[in-house]
């Protein structure tokens, strides 16, 4: 089964702080995505990759970044983290690069920006 | 860009009953449409899917209706148990948009 990890499962960090949320996945998918999960919303695509060395906007980027310096690793980066951002945090991976198969989630990270 | 609606956004049902919820949406590009459950502080799992050229999917208790035509989407649970009590996701292909989900409680 496709196994995706997440670190830290859980952060309080103070506004104007940095903060990087940390996603590793052992079965070699090409795909790989942020999501934050508020109440209400559902799923927002913050943002995604299509393999190593590249990162792409999702629908909500304005205060992230992205790097996924490896095949099993993509990260996402508060610069400086806002209120605004307290959310429970997704990666997924996936295989299919025209977005054609389901999508291994992690168990998401819970983050706090005070 | 996308867009994917999702009704009801929950359901209390007690256990046995057949539950219906409903997804729409709005890119014809979309041609994979699968479905997440997510147990309460859990990861969202897979639990089924449907391609566009198709127009029913059945795995055990979940049936997958698909009408290209209206872009609309129904899964259908029967015989619910508390262990479905969880927010059920639709997600369409493009670019892997989600509904907002619905929010199912099944009371024993």
């Known amino acids: 089964e496709a196994a995706v990890t997440q670190s830290p499962r859980n952060k309080v960090a103070v506004t104007g702080g940095k903060v990087t949320l940390s996603c590793n996945q052992t079965?070699?998918?090409?795909?790989m995505y942020w999501y934050r999960q508020d109440t209400g919303h559902g799923l927002r695509l913050i943002h995604y990759s299509y393999g190593a060395g590249s990162t792409e906007k999702g629908d909500i980027p304005d205060g992230y970044k992205a790097s996924r310096p490896s095949q099993e690793n993509f990260s996402l980066i508060l610069e400086l983290a806002t209120p605004s951002q307290t959310s429970v945090y997704f990666c997924?991976?996936?295989?299919?690069?025209?977005?054609?198969?389901?999508?291994?989630f992690g168990e998401g990270s819970k983050l706090t920006v005070l | 860009g996308e867009q994917v609606e999702q009704l009801p956004s929950s359901l209390i049902v007690q256990e046995g009953a057949s539950v219906l919820i409903n997804c729409s949406y709005t890119d014809s590009a979309s041609v994979y449409f699968p479905w997440y459950k997510q147990e309460p502080g859990k990861r969202l799992q897979f639990i089924i899917d449907?391609?566009?050229?198709?127009e029913r999917k059945q795995t055990q208790r979940l049936t997958l209706l698909f009408d290209k035509k209206t872009k609309h989407l129904s899964l259908h649970i029967t015989a619910t148990q508390p262990g479905d009590s969880a927010i059920y996701f639709c997600?369409?292909?493009?670019?892997?948009?989600f509904g907002d989900g619905t929010q199912l409680v099944v009371k024993p």
């Open positions: 997600s369409a292909s493009s670019r892997i948009f």
């Open positions: 997924a991976s996936g295989e299919r690069r025209a977005n054609t198969g389901q999508l291994y």
């Open positions: 079965n070699n998918h090409n795909n």
């Open positions: 449907i391609r566009s050229n198709m």
